[in-house]
Nanobody
Framework: QVQLVESGGGRVQAGDSLRLSCLGS????????VGWFRQGPGKEREFVAG????????LYAVSVKGRFTISRDNPNNAIYLQMNNLNSEDTAVYHC???????????????????WGQGTQVTVST
């Protein structure tokens, strides 16, 4: 199995950027499809972005498309989420997660992910 640790969260102003990192250990992260999810105050966990094992395919939630970019560096067992033009609606705890499922329609489904990081807080102030 793989262990995941997120970092890079913080408190920023609306319009700012942040880059979140997710570092894998244990089994190599390249063996998994990886997704980023977030849970805002009083909200359910929601899908943000996902990336295939090789990194050649990506998927985004409508709310972040064009502002966020997911990428991965398999030799270094790392997955990133570049977040630009942040707004208050992006305030949440962000988690990365790994799944053995095939990249595709299940990529946005939290229940398909067996391995989760502890999360990193992102707070956007107006």
């Amino acid at each position: 199995q793989v262990q995941l640790v997120e970092s890079g969260g913080g408190r920023v102003q609306a319009g700012d950027s942040l880059r979140l990192s997710c570092l894998g250990s244990g089994r190599t992260a390249s063996g998994y499809v990886v997704g980023w999810f977030r849970q805002g105050p009083g909200k359910e966990r929601e899908f943000v972005a996902g990336i295939s094992r090789s990194g050649d395919r990506t998927l985004y939630a409508v709310s972040v498309k064009g502002r966020f970019t997911i990428s991965r560096d398999n030799p270094n067992n790392a997955i990133y989420l570049q977040m630009n033009n942040l707004n208050s609606e992006d305030t949440a705890v962000y988690h990365c997660a790994a799944t053995v499922s095939t990249f595709g329609s299940d990529t946005s489904t939290p229940s398909k992910y067996a391995f989760w990081g502890q999360g990193t807080q992102v707070t956007v102030s107006t």
